[in-house]
């Protein structure tokens, strides 16, 4: 797919932007804190109908206004599909969000998903490799959503039983009555169909990245080390519905859902070695891009065509060597890279936005 | 914020579902510039509805009597109901015209979020149905989401048991959507293909 335009209207401190995307790079260019992260956010956004800087929908909309708008032109790039594709969202500041394709409003907003696909590059993704579970597990989960997107319902399906579960648990107050034990149940048998579902298809992402992620390892780190990425689901020996009975007492007794795919992790090792912890921040850097260069790779192997690459702010944190390495590596697809000075070399952007105030203008 | 009267109204339509502080705001204000008449009859109408339409004592669906239309109705097949979560379902399965049979209306589904669990629903009261009016099949017709499953789910392992015939629309229905929202042809094509359920 090829992003060809894109509006945005109160967009964070994006007030009124319109704009065309080149065909390769496009470098959106500017002091820290003038917006140039909030475009990338707000294309991202059609990929996930989420931020990916993990701020919730309200705090997208600019300050005084009652919603936001993202609007784009998509050309699917698909065979037989000669028309561009209009997406719009609607971002509400109270109330419900909307989503239209081309005019005809969605059902439901997650059916969007797959039209717009993006691999994002973020400063904060060493924070996949040096933070908790929680960053492994969002970032194998999101790259198992682009590769089927009918597993979006499953992951959202997953989240509303578990919360419906833990409020049950607080409910129960420690004590399991006869009532208790019957609704528990319901919400134990859903819970497990997902949860297996859902853990199936991240064991089958994790066996698939695994050596790619050691193959752009070693070339980006320029070494020849052995990485490994390992699911970690210690349930998934017994299965989630045995291990959920298992749990239940200690479950009601401390109010929480002790088992489960949201208590999994993703394993990281390079040399054998743990990389959270016995890995240098070098190693880590390498790591953490050779891991999202690797997802990249496999959701453009599953799609067809490649996804759009937001690099932000990418360069500031790596060396020179890595920041080479990177260039060399970066595939042959639409981006849109953020920066505050120059640009590595071998980097030639077909247009250069400058962002200032929330404004955008065209420098080049 | 705003003088008694004023800040009273605003607060009660805040409480209306899916009407936000602003929206609130907003339309007090339009009440308070229309026409007298006009908004007398918005009054009216509420009361109306409060004094005259109640539920109905044996399905909960919205009746003007002690029973609904669908109760009262003697052409009605006996011996299956289908279990709804709200009234406004009924008027969608009706619209299919592939059910002839009378309704039961949980007022809800399962949703400890919600605050709604078993004896929150009308589930006692369809328990109490099922021997006098000698029901041998029960639809569950609950929304194809996950509180509607769960309630779907609890039920079943409930009648089950009693030797009733369980069954549950066919999926093909928007996952994760109401029925209401669903059009004719796919609730008829889901009422037709109701599998029976194994709990
Ligand atoms: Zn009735």
């Known amino acids: ?364 | 914020m705003y003088a008694g009267p004023v800040q009273d109204l605003i607060e009660e339509l805040g409480r209306l579902p899916g009407v936000g502080p602003k929206s609130a705001q907003r339309i007090a204000f339009h009440l308070l510039k229309l026409p007298k008449q006009d908004a007398l009859r918005l009054a009216r109408a509420v009361t109306e509805v409060k004094e005259r339409v109640t539920l109905c004592t044996r399905c909960f669906n919205v009746a003007e009597g002690d029973e609904c239309g669908v109760c009262v109705d003697s052409r009605r097949e006996s011996g299956v109901l289908c279990v709804v979560e709200e009234p406004r379902d009924i008027v969608a399965v009706e619209k299919t015209h592939e059910y002839r049979g009378r309704y039961h209306v949980l007022q809800g589904a399962i949703s400890p979020i919600e605050g709604i669990g078993p004896d929150q629903l009308k589930v006692r009261e369809l328990l109490a149905r099922l021997e006098p009016e000698e029901i041998s099949e029960v639809i569950l017709c609950t929304n194809p989401n996950i509180e509607g499953e769960a309630t779907a789910m609890y039920l079943a392992r409930l009648l089950r048991p009693l030797g009733l015939k369980v069954t549950r629309i066919a999926s093909g229905l928007p996952v994760g959507g109401d029925l209401e929202y669903a059009d004719e042809l796919t609730l008829g094509r889901a009422l037709e293909g109701r599998r029976e359920v194994e709990a």
Do not use: C
Not at chain 1, 7 to 21: G, K, P
Not at chain 1, 92 to 99: E, L
Not at chain 1, 145 to 167: E, F, H, K, N, Y
């Open chain 1, 1 to 364: 797919m090829r992003l060809r335009r894109l509006w945005l209207t109160d967009f964070r401190n994006l007030a009124a932007v319109e704009l065309e995307v080149a065909a390769g790079l496009t470098a959106v260019v500017g002091a820290n804190g003038e917006g140039k992260t909030n475009l990338l956010e707000a294309v991202a956004y059609l990929a996930t109908l989420s931020s990916f800087r993990g701020a919730p929908g309200e705090a997208l909309v600019r300050a005084g206004a009652e919603r936001a708008v993202v609007r784009a032109e998509v050309d699917p790039e698909q065979p037989g599909r000669a028309a561009d594709t209009l997406i719009e969202a609607e971002l509400r500041a109270v109330g419900r969000d909307r989503v239209m394709v081309n005019r005809q409003r969605l059902r439901r907003a997650a059916d969007l998903v797959g039209t717009v696909r993006v691999s994002v590059f973020s400063p904060d993704d060493l924070a996949v490799v040096k933070g908790g579970p929680d960053r492994r597990r969002r970032l194998v989960d999101d790259l198992v959503v682009a590769g089927s997107p009918r597993l979006a319902a499953v992951r959202g399906d997953l989240d509303r039983v578990l919360r419906q579960r833990a409020t049950l648990l607080r409910q129960a107050g420690g004590r399991l009555t006869p009532d208790i034990t019957a609704t528990l149940d319901v919400w134990d048998a859903k819970l497990s169909d997902l949860g297996e579902t859902l853990a199936q298809a991240r064991a089958d992402l994790v066996g698939q990245l695994e050596p790619l992620a050691g193959k752009v390892y070693d070339q980006v780190a320029a070494t020849a080390a052995r990485v490994t990425v390992s699911y970690v689901a210690p349930w998934r020996d017994q299965g989630l519905a045995a291990a959920l009975a298992e749990a239940r007492t200690d479950d009601v007794r401390r109010g929480v859902t002790t088992v489960g795919p949201h208590r999994d992790d993703v394993e990281l090792s390079i040399a054998g070695l743990p990389a959270r912890t016995h890995a240098s921040q070098g190693e880590q850097r390498s790591l953490a891009l050779a891991l999202r260069l690797a997802g990249h790779q496999l959701v453009t192997e599953v799609g067809g065509t490649p996804p759009v690459l937001l690099l932000d702010d990418v360069f500031s944190e790596l060396d020179p060597e890595r920041s080479a390495a990177l260039v060399a590596h970066l595939p042959r697809a639409q981006a849109l890279l953020t920066t505050t000075g120059a640009l590595p070399a071998g980097v030639e952007p077909e247009l250069v936005l400058r962002v200032r105030h929330g404004r955008v203008a065209v420098e080049r």
